[in-house]
């Protein structure tokens, strides 16, 4: 299994709260980052896009809050891929920062591959995106532990 590059985030002050740690709101933002750069690892980036009018919605986002996170803290967000088929990815996003050593948060979520027009629809990756997918897909014991156990997201199989 390859490894993805971890995202790193700039905690900027104004995401603060009158607690002293980070809003809510900004985990999901952090998390979209994160993305935006899995989508380029894939070969999803800007000009893929722009030569295919297809893209990534997220279709669900789960959150979990384990650990404060401070202005001080360094966050950088460490993704996989948990699961795929030929037009969804979840992925597993662990949010870590050196002054904790577990996770301070996990989010997992339903990517759904688009192709934008005038009526936009699912659409399958192509054959070279299924491929790195492949190669990424985290192993069972991953993915069967890599959040606390609330409503699950996972690929239903038909």
């Known amino acids: ?17 009158f607690n002293g740690h980070l809003r809510d709101a900004y985990y999901a ?10 989508m380029d690892f894939l070969g999803l980036d ?4 722009a030569r295919t009018q297809c893209t990534l919605y997220t279709l669900e986002l789960h959150l979990h809050f384990l ?3 401070k202005s001080s ?50 659409a399958p990756f192509p054959d070279e995106v299924q491929l790195q997918l492949e190669g990424l897909r985290a192993p069972p014991a991953l993915r069967e532990a890599f959040a606390p156990s609330s409503r699950k997201i996972e690929l239903q199989r038909r």
């Open 1 to 17: 299994m390859t490894e993805l590059p971890p995202y790193r985030a700039n905690i900027d002050p104004q995401w603060i709260d």
């Open 29 to 38: 933002l952090v998390a979209s980052y994160a993305i935006d750069d899995l």
């Open 46 to 49: 800007a000009a893929y896009r």
């Open 67 to 69: 650990h404060e996170v």
């Open 73 to 122: 803290d360094d966050l950088r967000v460490e993704s996989s891929i948990l699961d795929f088929d030929r037009k969804r990815i979840h992925v597993g996003c662990r949010f870590m920062c050196s002054r904790v050593s577990d996770p301070v948060a996990t989010t997992d979520m339903m990517l759904l591959h688009v192709h934008q027009g005038d009526k936009p629809s699912s």
